[in-house]
């Protein structure tokens, strides 16, 4: 019956949105660049966004949060117009213009009404072209940053993440924050250090497009080529894969009430594609379906050592691994990792049972579709497919591989992946 409700979907869904099913590519100075699109008119806006791999936060330099400090300062509009006046002219026609930064990636996200197109696109061209990069504005992000650095100093699950990060990604630039270590770090980064980012970022060869909406995308992507022409080629750049480390437990002393427990192990995946449905299957048993999970069950019903307790795997193309976490009182910590390790060694001993496969099934089934409703949501899983080297309509194949699971196949997968097992906990307590 699942399966035949799933089938009735995959057939209405496909013929609204096979087109955004494909990847095409918009070739600018000989080079190809991937594009990621789907036309919906169901309300006259457009939403582009042009990413550029190698852009992120992996790709600092030692010991500088280069990647954050440039994305804060392409927010701060162009030279020629500064950061008030662009941003007066951007929100005259209602456009939204906004630059993140990525752990791999930096991208320039586009908002804007269909009758304002032309408009956006050489906004954008402008602040690509002529970047607010000035002494200034260097020192006024630089000033942000030391603030939102400040706060973290009292952010505990941050500070728990960050000491966790530090040590199962040790030696590898995962282990560095975006925001780096300390305002020094901050101060260190240079207007030539921004500008050199910025040379080597905005290049054809790591640039894809996402774009869709009430657009002729064909006559949309005619108009775009003319403003990326102007990019320099530039050299292809690697996302490289980083595996966790098993390591002692890392605990660090603070002014806290309670516990904050973050943990996570490796996860040794041989293909994302093959695999990555059983691990998220295992997962929302083990600890990510919230109240119904084992971690929950175990550890806050039965016992009351925590308000929460999850856990779920983490599968990307840069790193897999699963990740964890919970808070309880200081006299309760020991105790509530030493069952934090006793619950995933039973649950790789011994698999899970059909009644909570039926129930995973149940849920993931469901939830799956409506996490991409929006126009927005359609498009962002199909780059994170493309990112990780899965099929645009990944989600269709993952849907029927859910489907189709069954007890033996989960719990072969469950031991054969004894690591996750290996837990490393980072603790801040008292």
């Given at each position: 019956?699942?399966?035949?409700?799933?089938?009735?979907?995959?057939?209405?869904?496909g013929v609204?949105?096979?087109?955004?099913?494909?990847?095409?590519?918009?070739?600018?100075?000989?080079?190809?660049?991937?594009v990621?699109?789907?036309?919906?008119?169901?309300i006259?806006?457009?939403?582009l966004?042009?990413?550029?791999?190698?852009?992120g936060?992996?790709?600092?330099?030692?010991?500088?949060?280069?990647?954050?400090?440039a994305?804060?300062?392409?927010?701060?509009?162009?030279k020629?117009?500064?950061?008030?006046?662009?941003?007066?002219?951007l929100?005259?026609?209602?456009?939204?213009?906004?630059?993140g930064?990525?752990?791999?990636?930096?991208?320039?996200?586009?908002?804007?009404?269909?009758?304002?197109?032309?408009?956006?696109?050489?906004?954008?061209?402008?602040?690509?072209k002529?970047?607010?990069?000035?002494?200034s504005?260097?020192?006024?992000v630089?000033k942000?940053?030391?603030?939102?650095?400040?706060?973290?100093?009292?952010?505990f699950?941050?500070?728990?993440?960050?000491?966790?990060?530090?040590?199962?990604?040790?030696?590898?630039?995962?282990?560095?924050?975006?925001?780096?270590?300390?305002?020094?770090?901050?101060?260190?980064?240079?207007?030539?250090?921004?500008?050199?980012?910025?040379?080597?970022?905005l290049?054809?060869?790591?640039m894809?497009?996402?774009?869709?909406?009430?657009?002729?995308?064909?006559?949309?992507l005619t108009?775009?080529?003319?403003?990326f022409?102007?990019?320099?080629?530039?050299?292809k750049?690697?996302?490289?894969?980083?595996?966790?480390?098993?390591?002692?437990?890392?605990?660090?002393k603070?002014?806290t009430?309670?516990?904050?427990i973050y943990?996570a192990?490796?996860?040794?995946?041989q293909?994302?594609?093959?695999?990555a449905y059983?691990?998220?299957?295992?997962?929302?048993?083990?600890?990510?379906?919230?109240?119904?999970?084992?971690?929950?069950?175990?550890i806050?019903?039965?016992?009351?050592?925590?308000?929460?307790a999850y856990?779920?795997?983490?599968?990307?193309?840069?790193?897999t691994?699963?990740a964890g976490y919970?808070?309880?009182?200081?006299?309760?910590?020991?105790?509530a990792?030493?069952?934090?390790?006793q619950?995933?060694?039973?649950?790789?001993?011994?698999?899970?049972?059909?009644?909570?496969l039926?129930s995973?099934?149940?849920?993931?089934l469901?939830?799956?579709?409506?996490?991409?409703?929006?126009?927005?949501?359609r498009?962002?899983?199909?780059?994170m497919?493309?990112?990780?080297?899965?099929?645009?309509?990944?989600?269709?194949?993952?849907?029927?591989?859910?489907?189709?699971?069954?007890?033996?196949t989960?719990?072969?997968?469950?031991?054969?992946?004894?690591e996750?097992?290996?837990?490393?906990?980072?603790v801040?307590t008292?």
């Amino acid at each position: 019956m699942v399966k035949n409700i799933v089938m009735l979907f995959f057939l209405i869904l496909g013929v609204q949105t096979m087109q955004a099913n494909t990847l095409s590519y918009l070739t600018i100075n000989n080079i190809k660049i991937p594009v990621i699109s789907e036309q919906s008119s169901v309300i006259p806006t457009g939403h582009l966004e042009v990413i550029f791999m190698g852009g992120g936060n992996m790709f600092n330099p030692p010991k500088k949060p280069l990647a954050k400090i440039a994305s804060e300062m392409l927010n701060r509009g162009t030279k020629t117009l500064g950061n008030v006046k662009f941003a007066e002219l951007l929100e005259s026609k209602a456009l939204d213009l906004d630059v993140g930064v990525g752990q791999a990636t930096l991208t320039f996200t586009l908002n804007f009404l269909k009758e304002y197109e032309d408009f956006a696109y050489t906004q954008l061209e402008n602040l690509i072209k002529d970047p607010n990069l000035t002494k200034s504005t260097l020192q006024d992000v630089q000033k942000k940053l030391h603030a939102a650095l400040m706060s973290k100093s009292s952010d505990f699950d941050y500070q728990a993440t960050l000491l966790l990060q530090k040590g199962i990604f040790a030696k590898t630039p995962l282990a560095y924050p975006a925001l780096g270590n300390t305002t020094q770090e901050i101060d260190s980064v240079t207007l030539n250090d921004v500008k050199n980012y910025l040379d080597t970022t905005l290049v054809l060869e790591n640039m894809v497009l996402v774009i869709g909406g009430d657009l002729d995308i064909k006559t949309s992507l005619t108009k775009l080529e003319k403003i990326f022409s102007l990019l320099p080629q530039g050299k292809k750049v690697v996302i490289p894969q980083y595996k966790v480390k098993t390591i002692a437990m890392k605990t660090a002393k603070k002014d806290t009430q309670q516990a904050y427990i973050y943990f996570a192990s490796p996860l040794n995946l041989q293909s994302i594609k093959d695999d990555a449905y059983k691990a998220q299957v295992a997962g929302f048993i083990l600890g990510s379906s919230g109240f119904g999970s084992r971690l929950m069950e175990e550890i806050r019903v039965k016992r009351g050592l925590a308000y929460s307790a999850y856990m779920r795997p983490n599968i990307a193309r840069t790193s897999t691994y699963v990740a964890g976490y919970m808070q309880t009182a200081l006299d309760k910590q020991d105790e509530a990792i030493a069952l934090t390790k006793q619950i995933v060694k039973d649950f790789v001993e011994k698999g899970v049972t059909q009644e909570e496969l039926d129930s995973a099934k149940q849920f993931i089934l469901g939830n799956k579709p409506l996490q991409e409703e929006t126009l927005g949501q359609r498009l962002n899983a199909r780059f994170m497919n493309y990112y990780n080297g899965l099929p645009l309509d990944y989600r269709d194949e993952f849907l029927q591989k859910v489907a189709s699971l069954d007890l033996q196949t989960l719990n072969d997968f469950i031991r054969a992946h004894a690591e996750i097992a290996d837990l490393s906990f980072a603790v801040i307590t008292k």
